[in-house]
């Protein structure tokens, strides 16, 4: 019985040891492959420098049509939001009024300057006889006194002439720029005077200049000595969008900065000028500007989605030529769309994953998606189909 015992139980232990072996071999033969990624090559070529801010549009010119006349409202010759050109017929004031009063200061004219000629006649005449001794020296001096009178009177006519022509014209209001009309503000029948800007009643129409535009925008204090010393090697671009814009939006150029610093804000007022020809931006609108400081040459770009973010900092992994990811620490500067600019680590050319990452380990392999096959040409595909 002892000998049976024993037989079983080596039996039992080498069944065992068999399956073990077995269990090895098959985890061997199921061994994780190297994570599949995709890769990129790092590029380089010349990227600005920038500043990104917001902004708002700002009409180059604000005109407030205020009248130089008092007077009833005859005629409105624009339409509200049209464009009008500089000297187009805006309103028309009640002009009766002033054709009288230029009438009559006419007529003084012509009054003064009859008085002139009849006292330069009596002047020339008592010049004519005064060394005969037939006129005193006082009746000369007296004609004298006369004519001179009589042209400073002639010259307060002309002066209320002129007084009296440009109320005349005042009479019809133009507009003094080229620019967009709002919505006038007086209808026809309105008294208007001269004191329309401090009353109640404010001006006629605002015009406003839209083509050039300004954008009016910020910047930190910090940022002031870049502005400044770029500024003073030439002229600095700036690039202008709406929210929703694609494309690298208007370019324009920056016009003035601010000869203080806010003091509640910490920042500095600057203005770009740039093209609006087709209204795209529009007074008090919102936008966004890059302000290019300058450009970098050969600057190594990587996809966005290539950074990875580890506990000393941002990182990629680098593919090489064994297939071995490297991480790969690095220092990133500004963001160029869906690109970055990497100021240290990467070298162009390198090959960076773009995904797969969170599959990688430091040092061990990795595997590249198999090349797509090149499609089959039309001929190519009609053989086929002949000779199966």
Known sequence: ??????????????????????????????AMPPPLVTVTPAIAQDVPDYLDEIGTGTALQYVSIIPQVTGPVTEIHFTDGADVHKGDLLFTIDPRPYKAALDQAVAN??????????????FQRYTDLLPTKAVSQD??????????????????????????????????????????????????????????MSGSQGPLVVIQTLDPIYVDFTCAETDLPA????????????????PGDTGDGQEGK?????????????????????????RHFWPGQ???????????????LIP???????????????????????????????????LLVVESGIKPGERVVTSGQYLVTPGAPVRLPAPAAPAASPQ????????P
């Open 139 to 196: 009746d000369y001096d007296t004609k004298k006194n006369a004519l001179d009178l009589a042209v400073a009177q002639l010259e307060g006519s002309n002066a209320a002439v002129e007084t009296a022509r440009l109320n005349l014209e005042y009479c019809t209001v133009n507009s003094p720029v080229d620019g967009r009309a709002g919505q006038h503000l007086v209808d026809i029948g309105t008294v208007v005077s001269q004191s329309s």
């Open 1 to 30: 019985m002892k000998k049976y015992v024993i037989t079983a139980c080596a039996a039992v232990l080498a069944a065992g040891f068999i399956a073990g072996c077995n269990r090895g071999q098959q985890q061997a033969g199921f």
């Open 380 to 387: 190519a595909s009609a053989d086929a189909g002949a000779n």
């Open 109 to 122: 004219q012509e009054q003064s300057q009859a008085a002139v000629n009849f006292a330069k006649l009596q």
């Open 254 to 278: 920056l016009t003035f900065i601010d000869t203080q610093v806010q003091n509640q804000s910490g920042t500095v007022k600057l203005r770009a000028t740039l093209p609006n020809a087709d």
């Open 286 to 300: 919102w936008v966004r500007v890059r302000l290019i400081l300058k450009v970098e040459k050969n600057a190594v």
């Open 227 to 242: 502005v400044r010393q770029h500024a003073a090697e030439g002229d600095l671009k700036t690039l202008v969008t709406l």
């Open 304 to 338: 966005a989605t290539a950074q990875q973010i580890g506990q000393t900092g941002p990182y990629v992994y680098v593919v090489k030529d064994d297939m071995i990811a490297e991480q790969r620490p690095i220092t990133l500067g500004q963001r160029q769309g869906d």
